[in-house]
């Protein structure tokens, strides 16, 4: 079983930065494919960024692409999600996702994962 756990979610204002991020336990070393996604107010949970964890390969929606940088630690036991510029737009529950198929991945699609953690707020205002 994997558990996921994110953090680093917070309030900023227009222009900040923020780094999330999920620690991943349990069975860690088949968690292949991982993902962030946000979901705003009244809005469906999209994918935003994903990492094929096995050689780094990343993969970005086009709407955080030069904004968002997905990365791991050495360990793998972390996944991060670095935002910059950050936009009230921006502002969502973001979740991380993992699942232990390769195939496919880089992947932000929702159905690819089958293991999530509880989510962190991201506010943007100012």
């Known amino acids: 079983q994997v558990q996921l756990v994110e953090s680093g979610g917070g309030s900023v204002q227009p222009g900040g930065s923020l780094r999330l991020s999920c620690a991943v336990s349990g069975a860690t070393s088949s968690t292949n494919c991982m993902a962030w996604f946000r979901q705003a107010p009244g809005k469906e949970r999209e994918g935003v960024a994903g990492?094929?964890?096995?050689?780094?390969?990343?993969h970005y929606v086009d709407s955080v692409r030069g904004r968002f940088t997905i990365s791991q630690d050495n360990a793998k036991s972390t996944v991060f999600l670095q935002i910059d510029s950050l936009q009230p737009e921006d502002t969502a529950i973001y979740y991380c996702?993992?699942?232990?198929?390769?195939?496919?991945?880089?992947?932000?699609?929702?159905?690819?994962?089958?293991?999530w953690g509880q989510g962190t707020q991201v506010t943007v205002s100012s």
């Open positions: 996702a993992a699942s232990e198929y390769g195939g496919s991945c880089p992947s932000i699609y929702e159905s690819r994962y089958e293991y």
């Open positions: 990492i094929y964890r096995g050689d780094g390969r990343t």
